[in-house]
C-alpha cells in the first residue's frame, strides 16, 4: 500500500495553473501492458492452457458488475454502524455479507471520507481497480495523466472533476496494486434522514467511491 499525503502548504484551487500540464484524457492508445496482455491471451490460447470459452466467460462476469454493488455498500454502511465497522477493518469480507463474491484473490480496503480527511484512489503503475464492486474502471481512471497528477497534485485534479477540497481537510491519495483494492466511503450527504437503503444507494455515484466527487445532496422529488 502507498499512501501520499498532500504536503501542508496554501493551495491555488482554481484550475488555471502556473505550469504547463498533461490534461486528463478519456481515451488514449494501447499501452505497453494492454498489449502484452493481448499477446499473452493469444499466447494461453494457442498452447492450449486456456480456451477461448473460458476467456469469454471470465469477460461476462466482468461485464456483470457495476457500480450499483459499491452503491449498495455504501449505502448499507450508512444506515448501519455495525456493518460499517466490519467494512472498514475488512472490505471484502464485509462485501460477501451482501452476497458480492470476489472472483480473485485481492484484498478490498474501505477508505472512509470525513470533515477532514478526503480520500482519492488512483492506480500509478496501470489500471488497479474493485471491479468486483464498481466494474470496469473509466477510461481517464487509466489515462496516465490522472496516475501521475493524482499523486503530485490532487487538489488541482479534484478542481477539474469540480470538487473544491478546503484547506483545512487533508487530501490522502492511495495507490492501488494488483492485491490492494481501495473503495472510498463517501461522506452521506444532508438532507437524507428516513431514506431507505435503496434511496441512499440512487444518490452514490462511481466517481463518489473513486474519490473525485462527493455524493451530491439528494434532488428535489425524491420522498424523505
Not at 460499517?84 to 471484502?92: D, H, V
Request: glycine letters at 6%.
Amino acid at each position: 500500500m502507498t499512501v501520499h499525503e498532500e504536503p501542508d502548504h496554501d493551495h491555488d484551487h482554481g484550475t488555471e495553473h502556473g505550469h504547463p500540464h498533461a490534461p486528463i484524457e478519456t481515451t488514449e492508445k494501447p499501452g505497453y501492458y494492454d498489449i502484452m496482455e493481448q499477446a499473452f491471451q493469444e499466447l494461453m490460447i494457442e498452447k492450449g492452457y486456456i480456451g477461448a470459452d473460458e476467456i469469454r466467460h471470465q469477460i461476462e462476469v466482468l461485464d456483470s458488475r457495476n457500480p450499483a454493488l459499491g452503491a449498495k455498500v455504501v449505502a448499507r454502511a450508512w444506515t448501519d454502524p455495525e456493518f460499517k465497522s466490519r467494512l472498514l477493518e475488512n472490505g471484502r469480507t464485509a462485501c460477501e455479507e451482501l452476497g458480492i463474491t470476489f472472483y480473485d484473490l485481492t484484498e478490498l480496503i474501505v477508505l472512509e471520507n470525513t470533515p477532514k480527511v478526503h480520500n482519492l484512489i488512483v492506480c500509478t503503475l496501470c489500471s488497479c481497480y474493485p471491479r468486483p464492486v464498481l466494474g470496469l474502471p473509466p477510461d481517464w481512471y487509466k489515462a496516465k495523466p490522472y496516475r501521475a497528477r493524482a499523486v503530485y497534485e490532487p487538489r488541482k485534479v479534484l478542481a477539474e472533476f469540480g470538487t473544491i477540497i478546503p484547506d483545512d481537510v487533508e487530501v490522502r491519495v492511495s495507490d492501488s496494486t494488483a492485491i490492494q483494492r481501495y473503495l472510498v466511503l463517501p461522506m452521506r450527504p444532508p438532507g437524507t434522514k428516513g431514506y431507505s437503503e435503496e434511496q441512499l444507494a440512487a444518490l452514490v455515484t462511481r466517481d463518489a467511491m473513486i474519490g473525485v466527487i462527493p455524493v451530491n445532496c439528494p434532488t428535489e422529488g425524491i420522498a424523505a
